[in-house]
Structure formats: structure tokens, C-alpha cells
């Protein structure tokens, strides 16, 4: 099974919402539908999509913040993992970013996830000296 990696189309759009929800990356405070269409009305962020025979198994959606890119829902069909396909995503993402001058990757992990904590630091991600905080506006 050879994983294709192309551009999102809003073709997409409904069976990329399901990967996210089948793997746990939804959360109710941020809706998908706005979040994708954030993404692919900027040309400072993508969404990259893996596609194996017509079926989309997996997606990371990568931007610049004009200092460095991020990565947000990385997301690889539970019943695909551990197929490299994972690793082959970020590389991508890595190179749109590169390609758009961007020196470094950053992202966040959600405290008590150590597999993908684990996934990250094999692909040369270390954690950074930093304090994230947020604030919510009404």
C-alpha cells in the first residue's frame, strides 16, 4: 500500500473531519470545518492529505506564524499506524515549510501523550525550554 501525499481538496473535506474524530484530535471548542477553512484560505498554511487507494488515511495541516511553522492535526487512520506513513507526512510538511522560508518546525503535545511524544523525538523533535499559555476570548 503505497500512501499518496497531495494537497487537500474540498472534496475532502467530510472524510477528513472523520480521520480527525477517529483519531481523538477533535475537541469541542474548535470546530474542523472552521479550522480547515482557516487553513486553506491563507497562503501561509496547507493541509496535506495521504490518500491509499482513493481512501484518505491520513492528514497534518502545517502554516508559518511568519517566525516558524507549526504543525497541527497529524493524524494517521488507526488501522494504518505504524507504516512510516507518519514520518512520511512530516517530512512533507517539513518541506512546505522549508519551502517557504520557514528554519524551524514547532508543535504542541497534549500533556499525557507519550506516544506521540515517543513518535516525535524519533523524527528529532526535542522539547523546548518554553511555557505555553493561552487565553480564551468570549
Not at 517530512?91 to 522549508?98: F, G, T
Amino acid at each position: 500500500m503505497t500512501l499518496i501525499i497531495r494537497d487537500f481538496q474540498d472534496t475532502d473535506r467530510a472524510d477528513l473531519i472523520a480521520l480527525w474524530e477517529r483519531c481523538g484530535l477533535t475537541r469541542p471548542w474548535n470546530d474542523p470545518d472552521l479550522d480547515i477553512n482557516q487553513a486553506i484560505t491563507t497562503q501561509s498554511s496547507t493541509i496535506l492529505v495521504g490518500i491509499v487507494e482513493s481512501e484518505l488515511l491520513a492528514s497534518v495541516m502545517a502554516g508559518s506564524d511568519g517566525h516558524r511553522g507549526w504543525v497541527y492535526y497529524v493524524a494517521v487512520d488507526p488501522d494504518h499506524r505504524r507504516k512510516n506513513w507518519g514520518r512520511d507526512l512530516m517530512r512533507a510538511a517539513e518541506q512546505w515549510l522549508k519551502d517557504r522560508g520557514c528554519r524551524k518546525m514547532q508543535l504542541m503535545i497534549r500533556d499525557g501523550n507519550e506516544e506521540a511524544d515517543r513518535f516525535y523525538q524519533a523524527l528529532g523533535y526535542e522539547p523546548q525550554a518554553v511555557k505555553t499559555v493561552g487565553k480564551w476570548f468570549d
